[in-house]
């Protein structure tokens, strides 16, 4: 079939969005990356615009170098495992009971959960609960209290009403199998799309966080990455800001271009691991966001 010249015109367009989007996303990636290894005083000159200038390690070197990095890598990975495990198994199979016609008052608690998502009770009442329950300066204070996203229950549950078909769950009941074993044995296995799609959801909030960690940790040996990573840059800017008087000039340029190459090297340590995960995730991710997002 012949293609009219709107078609073409319209494809051509597609295509240079497209182009543009790409560039728009991959440029500040490329910059980053590229000024946590440039000397800082070409960046800030703008003789580094995309490539490295004058190749230099010391942000990384100087972040490294202190042992509680470390510590902070094990702490998130660890809060970020243990967290998404729980919020999988509360998300998933919370959505798929709501998914369910046949499960008496639904929509009564669907109405329920989702008041919670504009309405809640704020930040001090929050902390006092969490305290009240002695999860202060524990794991489960970054675990329990986020145990659940209702904007992801929703998605979750529009993805059961989208994929699983009710003559399936017949059929499942008619082999004698309970409502637990067909969750297991019938659903689970057909919704790797969304699973995938709420564990890096999941798994990025957590990796991310670090507000709740300053209310509720003061044990530094459970710090996770992200409040360790925020010390460095805060020192590091605060110690160039304090440098003052004409005869420290030299001594405040040079805690200056440290707080700089820090800057860019503390996003690429932050970032990384997540940059390297998503890529294995991208496909179940881009199935089980536009299966979950159309109305059921």
């Known amino acids: 079939m012949k293609e009219s010249t709107f078609d073409r015109l319209f494809v051509y367009f597609n295509h240079l969005f497209l182009f543009l989007l790409l560039v728009s996303v991959l440029y500040p990636l490329i910059y980053v990356t590229s000024a946590s290894i440039s000397d800082p005083v070409a960046v800030n000159a703008g003789r580094m615009w995309l490539f490295p200038k004058e190749v230099t390690w010391e942000?990384?070197?100087?972040?490294?170098?202190?042992?509680?990095?470390?510590?902070?890598?094990?702490?998130?990975?660890?809060?970020?495992?243990?967290?998404?495990?729980?919020?999988?198994?509360?998300?998933?199979?919370?959505?798929?009971?709501?998914?369910?016609?046949?499960?008496?008052?639904?929509?009564?608690?669907?109405?329920?959960?989702?008041?919670?998502m504009f309405f809640n009770g704020g930040l001090i009442p929050t902390f006092l609960l969490v305290k009240s329950l002695h999860m202060v300066d524990t794991v489960w204070a970054l675990v329990l209290p986020q145990a659940a996203a209702v904007m992801n229950i929703i998605v979750s549950?529009?993805?059961?009403?989208?994929?699983?078909?009710?003559?399936?769950?017949?059929?499942?009941?008619?082999?004698?199998?309970?409502?637990?074993?067909?969750?297991?044995?019938?659903?689970?296995?057909?919704?790797?799309?969304?699973?995938?799609?709420m564990a890096l959801f999941y798994g990025v909030m957590h990796w991310n966080q670090y507000f709740n960690a300053m209310i509720y940790l003061k044990d530094r040996d459970i710090f996770p990455l992200q409040l360790f990573l925020r010390e460095i840059l805060v020192s590091s800017e605060?110690?160039?800001?304090?440098q003052t008087g004409v005869?420290?000039?030299?001594?405040?340029?040079?805690?200056?271009?440290?707080?700089?190459?820090?800057?860019?090297s503390v996003m690429i340590v932050s970032a990384l691991p997540l940059l390297v995960v998503y890529p294995f995730l991208q496909r179940f991710f881009v199935k089980g966001v536009l299966i979950g997002s159309l109305k059921g």
């Not at 070197?61 to 042992?67: G, I």
């Open 59 to 116: 942000g990384y070197q100087r972040v490294f170098r202190d042992a509680e990095i470390w510590i902070g890598y094990k702490n998130t990975i660890l809060y970020t495992l243990l967290g998404t495990i729980v919020n999988l198994l509360l998300t998933i199979p919370c959505a798929y009971a709501l998914a369910r016609k046949d499960f008496a008052g639904r929509n009564a608690i669907t109405l329920f959960i989702v008041f919670t």
């Open 157 to 197: 549950r529009t993805f059961f009403q989208m994929t699983v078909p009710r003559e399936l769950e017949e059929a499942a009941e008619i082999d004698g199998c309970s409502n637990l074993r067909m969750f297991v044995k019938v659903v689970l296995p057909i919704s790797g799309p969304i699973i995938a799609v």
């Open 238 to 242: 605060m110690s160039a800001a304090m």
């Open 247 to 264: 005869s420290d000039l030299e001594a405040m340029e040079a805690q200056a271009r440290i707080a700089e190459i820090v800057k860019y």
